[in-house]
């Protein structure tokens, strides 16, 4: 009797040593007496407590054997056998799930599958019978955990119908797992509608605690937001009024989220990084993620869609000096990989760029921003079968995002491949669903173009624009382009005049669709509604100034209204720019020649202008084509030979961002 008290008292002291270890995190002493504590009493709650002591060192394939070597888990025994030296506890049910847990920072999925099989035999396609009778355990309550679990496992070996499945069963059960609800709608089906549903029809309370929850989920919901649910920035203090800012990406939920949360939590502020980089609002996604990281150094999310934005912005100093912060914390990690790759990126290193990218893909196979910056190095490259190969990759990874889609379908535009280039643009324009990134509209619109579906395509280059941050700058017939230019200055920042645009960060909005307006300005030309085309071509060069492709494109456009002094103006200001230019000195001399045989010699053609016009100052196209008049004759607009300007190309810029994985 006398020993049997002494050992329960050892018992109780033992364990208190443990549990008092592993609350100070001194995880070697709790260690050493949990081991002590397993052998005086060889039970599910002394292998789990010593279990967890060497899971918390991170010793994750000690703890698996300890539960594996005390059968109390499945091991090299059957389910049945293990579970038959026991009575199904609470404790017996946490060892399988500790085990799992192991197995997932082993990386072992099938064999975490396996263990996790032991809550629910669907999991795996072995049977496992005791007595006739199929052996399972009860979940106790973990039944969302399990489930998210097994998404995770099937996610990891490629099986994306089932790794969905499970992580919408996994919020049925629990719609407050949060990591069920980040990997279904954030990094798999981010533009799947479907999926961005799924947290509004679960079982959430109306109470005020749920409706908060709901909109920290819901601040992740959507990329390409649309600017009728932005709202008004708030300026920062209780006393300030609200002020309008196109540009902070303000959602309603995070005015909701405010009073508790306040607007610097670092997860509000991220979210609204994220959607200031997909909206293009490169300088303000900059600023917001650089808070992030000084905030939070190690918050991969936002190293990434900062990391993105140097890479737009250029800052090749400010990514050299990240991407070795970053490999001196964490040497081999996919994000310490894909940092130094964006910076020879950037500095057009593409062959040293292309190396570091693919080893963020051997470190992270699942690290979808490797996998597109990889495509993107081979694209720079000009290697086209290498290109689709890295985004077929990416797609196959991760189904839900339109990116990997997109960039193959523009990788077909290039190689003039219109068929397949059009069946991957659609695709990804299904997944898009109805958050389309107006980026596939443009690329849509310069398939048909080439196709001589001009119709077509100046509707999707309309909605590109509609649907894009520019829509406000009225950029339609009917609004002068003075009016617009002075919208452009102000919204970006500029009191004195366009010439400081393409030198600054701030442009990067304007000039990143500047493509789709001149492409729709083409389109313009081609149905023969010149005013229009006009309108559009001087609305890119308020963009980008002195481009000679628009001084050519404008000049063109005059000559076939008959204006042939506008013409021979313009075609020289695209000389001036680029003299070596075959096309536009043909067309001058066509001009100036038919000038000449209609009695009008043009003063501009026997010198270029001296100095460029400013932007500013140039009027806005007639809104009505037709005849010109002089004082001498009435004339009908020439028509010039049929031969083309240089046919549009796709958007040349490719974006660095995509939805990760939680870190």
Not at 81 to 107: G, Q
Not at 140 to 153: D, K, Q
Request: proline share 5%; charged share 20%.
């Amino acid at each position: 009797m006398a020993q049997h008290a002494i050992r329960s008292e050892l018992k109780t002291k033992l364990e208190e040593l443990v549990r008092n270890a592993m609350d100070t995190y001194s995880y070697e002493n709790a260690i050493f007496y949990a081991e002590k504590l397993l052998s005086l009493e060889k039970s599910p709650a002394s292998a789990l407590l010593l279990a967890k002591a060497y899971y918390g060192n991170g010793e994750y394939a000690r703890a698996l054997n300890v539960l594996q070597r005390n059968e109390f888990v499945p091991g090299q025994v059957s389910h049945g056998d293990c579970f038959k030296r026991a009575v199904i506890s609470k404790e017996i049910v946490n060892c399988v799930l500790l085990a799992a847990r192991c197995l997932e920072h082993l990386k072992d999925w099938a064999k975490c599958l396996q263990m996790l099989s032991c809550f629910d035999t669907s999991l795996s396609q072995q049977e496992h019978n005791y007595g006739g009778v199929q052996e399972t355990i009860p979940f106790f309550g973990y039944r969302s955990v399990v489930y998210s679990l097994a998404g995770r496992c099937y996610e990891e070996l490629e099986k994306k119908p089932s790794s969905r499945n499970y992580y919408e069963k996994s919020l049925q059960e629990d719609p407050f797992n949060w990591e069920a609800y980040y990997r279904l709608v954030d990094v798999h089906f981010p533009a799947d509608a479907d999926s961005k549903g799924v947290h509004l029809t679960l079982a959430l309370n109306d109470n005020p605690t749920s409706k908060i929850i709901k909109d920290l989920f819901s601040c992740k919901l959507s990329y390409w937001t649309s600017k009728d649910s932005l709202i008004p920035k708030y300026s920062g203090t209780e006393d300030d009024d609200w002020t309008t800012e196109e540009g902070t990406m303000i959602m309603p939920e995070e005015v909701r989220l405010a009073p508790y949360f306040g607007w610097s939590n670092i997860y509000i502020q991220y979210c609204r990084a994220e959607r200031m980089y997909y909206g293009h609002y490169i300088n303000s996604a900059y600023e917001v993620s650089k808070q992030v990281l000084e905030e939070d150094p190690f918050h991969e999310q936002s190293c990434v869609v900062h990391t993105a934005a140097l890479v737009s912005l250029s800052r090749k100093t400010d990514l050299f000096q990240l991407g070795h912060e970053i490999s001196d914390r964490s040497p081999n990690s996919s994000l310490s990989w894909f940092v130094v790759g964006a910076y020879y990126y950037t500095i057009e290193d593409y062959d040293k760029a292309g190396k570091y990218f693919y080893k963020a893909t051997i470190a992270g196979p699942s690290f979808l921003p490797a996998w597109i910056a990889y495509g993107h190095t081979f694209h720079s490259l000009e290697e086209g079968e290498h290109t689709v190969t890295a985004y077929r990759s990416a797609q196959r990874m991760f189904p839900g995002c339109h990116l990997a889609a997109l960039y193959m379908g523009m990788e077909h535009v290039k190689s003039s491949n219109l068929q397949h280039a059009y069946s991957f643009l659609r695709m990804a324009k299904s997944i898009s669903q109805e958050h389309v990134d107006p980026l596939i509209y443009n690329e849509m619109g310069v398939t048909l173009y080439r196709s001589r579906k001009y119709e077509a395509a100046r509707d999707l280059f309309l909605s590109a624009i509609s649907n894009s941050p520019v829509s406000s700058w009225a950029v339609r017939p009917g609004v002068p382009v003075t009016d617009v230019q002075k919208v452009i200055l102000r919204e970006e920042g500029y009191e004195s005049g366009p010439h400081d645009i393409p030198n600054s960060a701030n442009a990067m909005r304007g000039t990143f669709w500047e493509p789709t307006i001149f492409n729709l300005a083409h389109c313009m030309r081609k149905l023969r509604c010149y005013s229009e085309a006009l309108h559009y071509y001087f609305i890119s060069l308020a963009i980008k100034p002195h481009q000679a492709s628009v001084f050519t494109a404008i000049g063109f456009t005059y000559h076939l209204m008959g204006r042939l002094d506008d013409a021979i103006q313009y075609y020289h200001m695209s000389l001036s720019v680029k003299s070596n230019d075959t096309f536009t000195r043909d067309m001058l001399n066509k001009a100036t020649k038919d000038s000449f045989a209609h009695g009008h010699p043009s003063t501009a053609s026997s010198s270029p202008p001296s100095l460029r016009p400013s932007i500013l100052s140039t009027t806005s196209p007639p809104l009505v084509p037709g005849r010109l008049s002089s004082a001498s004759q009435n004339w009908e607009p020439m028509v010039v030979d049929p031969e083309p300007l240089p046919e549009l190309s796709s958007t040349p810029i490719r974006r660095l961002q995509f939805p990760i994985q939680q870190g």
